[in-house]
């Protein structure tokens, strides 16, 4: 495969055969999402009246809600501490800690929101809790990417991916500001951004690990083995 460097200048770039530590990140990651789409696709069919534009996700685990044990546990819960384990395997991978913890973070946030949230009383010390969880993860897998982007023995495709992604997640909130669309459609943007970007790095870790040779690119190859 042949890529432009900064200056124009074409250099190979070579694709390592992906480690057992590959292989594990990619597939966690792969299952937290789907794990997700499922139950969400199953829960969201089984509550009546729930709709998928206009409704929060949140409210599938509510409390009242006929199947929030379900949601909580698995949708939320569950897919939280895949990503959990997904984030520190991700951090071997990169061989950097601060980027695993800051995704087992994302993970940890993710999961407690199965603390039920309350529709009839948003000012509950339960409601509350589910917010502050909420903002706990996405801040974390904020804070993960500005981590990554500044890896520089990562390749620069991984680090402009982090950067992108980034930028990407703003683009909801200013639409809602613009008045373009509802709170829960912002949601649904964001977590599209999010998992969108989960999918693509796994994907990339179960084909192997990039390594770009030639003047206009020194990155490494992120093998956990060779302890960066």
Known sequence: MVQLNASGASHAVHIDAPTASHRLAGSLGLI???LFGGALVVV???TLGFDY???????LGAIGQPYAIWWNLIGFLAVGAVFAVFGVAYGRVVGDRLAGLLLAAFGLGFGLTAIPVDLEQSASAASKAHI????????AWMFAL???AQLRRLPRSVRRR???TAALVVLPILGLVAGRWSLPVTHRLVFAVMFGWVVITSV???RGAPRAAGAGDRAEAFDPSRGH
């Open 32 to 34: 937290a999402v789907g």
């Open 44 to 46: 969201a069919v089984l």
């Open 53 to 59: 534009w206009n409704d929060y996700v949140s409210k």
């Open 132 to 139: 502050v969880a909420a903002c706990l993860g996405v801040g």
């Open 146 to 148: 500005a981590r990554i």
């Open 162 to 164: 982090a950067n992108i």
């Open 204 to 206: 990339g870790l179960l």
